[in-house]
């Protein structure tokens, strides 16, 4: 009698819930093969237990470096892009995800936050400014969403010291990040492989000197001998007139600009900037034109107009130097 006694309070107390159970717990799931994966990026280190699948993307040449991944699918937010042209096949997927800035900088912070992102992908600090009303890089990460800045752009120094290795980096970092390292493997081959072909065919050719300027008559805005523009003049076969100057973007004196004597202008091209309209390509060559009058490059009206886009590190600019090179060096590219 006692047996059956202590047997029903049993199974009384066990459908109450007042017994622990003493079947094993459910297994956790298996970790996804090749991760965790750990990257570093603006002195940070970035640790990934699966892919993330719930991305912001901030300035477009960032979107850009997703999409020629294939990962277009990942972008949950993306702000807005109407400064140039697009590249080919990637308006479509633009347009198919929801825009949350209209401009090129990311949504100011209690938006930015609300989002609920899980990777965040931009290409500049300056994003996440807490004096210009951003979240930071740190509340970001609390909140789950870890931030990458592409190029080594952490700071205004750092982004002077940027290589066409870095974008060549962060493809592969991406890659692992996203668990599509054969994929972005075989993109930087593809990359590399056009690049060596630049180099093959502008090798031993006297290279062209090259102004690269965003406008403008006095003073002259213009691009130095460090940074991302500075990188694609000298790969494409160009001698950066300027490149004494150690800077990135810069104001320089209607004198020296006339003094440099180039054979061949770059313009930046754009039609808006945080939504403000912006000379053309046409009114900017002109104004510097006029200041370097003398020049080969006036006499010749050699002008070429680089999408601003190209001048921020992404992949992008790797396309560039190519379309650059066919410009510098039209005979190379003849065979």
């Known amino acids: 009698m006692k047996k059956l006694l202590v047997l029903a309070m049993a199974l009384t107390l066990a459908a109450c819930g007042q017994v622990p159970a003493t079947r094993e717990a459910e297994p956790a799931a298996a970790p996804q093969a090749g991760f965790p994966v750990t990257v570093s990026n603006c002195g940070r280190t970035l640790t990934f237990d699966k892919p993330p699948a719930k991305v912001v993307t901030g300035y ?3 979107l850009e470096t997703l999409f020629a991944l294939g990962l277009g699918d990942r972008v949950a937010g993306r702000t807005n892009f109407s400064e140039s042209a697009f590249l080919p096949g990637h308006k479509e997927p633009y347009d198919r995800i929801p825009e ?3 401009t090129i900088m990311l949504p100011q912070k209690e938006l930015m936050l609300a989002q609920g992102a899980d990777f965040v992908l931009d290409n500049s600090i300056a994003s996440f ?3 210009g009303g951003y979240a930071t890089v740190e509340e970001l990460d609390a909140a789950g969403a870890p931030v990458y800045i592409m190029g080594g752009w952490c700071s205004p120094e750092a982004a002077l010291e940027f290589t ?9 970092n991406l890659g692992a990040i996203f668990g599509v390292p054969d994929r972005a493997d075989q993109l930087i081959n593809e990359l590399r492989a056009d690049l060596d072909d630049v180099r093959e065919r502008v090798g031993g050719r006297p290279p062209v000197k090259v102004l690269a300027t965003d406008g403008g008559k006095g003073p002259v805005n213009a691009y130095g001998g460090a940074g991302v523009t500075h990188q ?3 790969a494409a076969g160009g001698q950066n007139v300027l490149a004494d100057v150690k800077a990135d973007y810069t104001e320089v004196n209607p004198e020296a600009i006339a003094a440099a004597q180039p054979d061949a202008v770059v313009i930046s091209e754009y039609a808006t900037l945080r939504g403000e309209k912006k000379p053309t390509v046409a009114a900017k060559a002109a104004d510097t034109l006029s200041v370097a009058a003398n020049s080969p490059a006036a006499k010749d009206d050699r002008v070429f107009a680089l999408p601003v886009a190209a001048q921020h590190p992404g992949y992008r600019n790797l396309l560039a130097v190519v379309d650059l090179a066919r410009f510098l060096h039209p005979d190379a590219f003849q065979r």
């Open 60 to 62: 477009h040449p960032a």
């Open 100 to 102: 949350i800035s209209p």
């Open 129 to 131: 400014d807490a004096a």
């Open 164 to 172: 066409l290795d870095d974008t060549l980096t962060d493809l592969r």
């Open 232 to 234: 694609l003049i000298t």
